[in-house]
Nanobody
Framework: QVQLVESGGGLVQAGGSLRLSCAAS??????TGWFRQAPGKEREFVAA????????YYLDSVKGRFTVSRDNPKNTMYLQMNSLKPEDTAVYYC?????????????????WGQGTQVTVSS
């Protein structure tokens, strides 16, 4: 059974940092990504990373602040978030897909985690 489990969310002040983790079980995926959803808004792409870790893709507003990485032996993906802003507040979801390539739309992903809340206070 395939399962994605996120952890690492929480409450942080603006300018602070958090690191999200996403542990996958059941199989290894070609590409994985992070999305977020704020109240009343659609789910938004944040970052994606290919299997080797050599290819990454980011939402413009998080470039230079967020870093996506993965540890394949542990089948775990990470999202390091620095210089957090109140507008980063959302539920963050990890997602995984079988085809290669860096997808940026939710429909391009096969499996999803349950989400972890990130709240940035001003």
């Amino acid at each position: 059974q395939v399962q994605l489990v996120e952890s690492g969310g929480g409450l942080v002040q603006a300018g602070g940092s958090l690191r999200l983790s996403c542990a996958a079980s059941g199989r290894t995926f070609s590409s994985t990504g992070w999305f977020r959803q704020a109240p009343g808004k659609e789910r938004e792409f944040v970052a994606a990373i290919g299997w080797s870790g050599g290819s990454t893709y980011y939402l413009d507003s998080v470039k230079g602040r967020f870093t996506v990485s993965r540890d394949n032996p542990k089948n775990t993906m990470y999202l390091q978030m620095n210089s957090l802003k109140p507008e980063d507040t959302a539920v963050y979801y990890c997602a995984a897909r079988f085809p290669p390539g860096l997808g940026s739309h939710p429909n391009e992903y096969n499996y999803w985690g349950q989400g972890t809340q990130v709240t940035v206070s001003s």
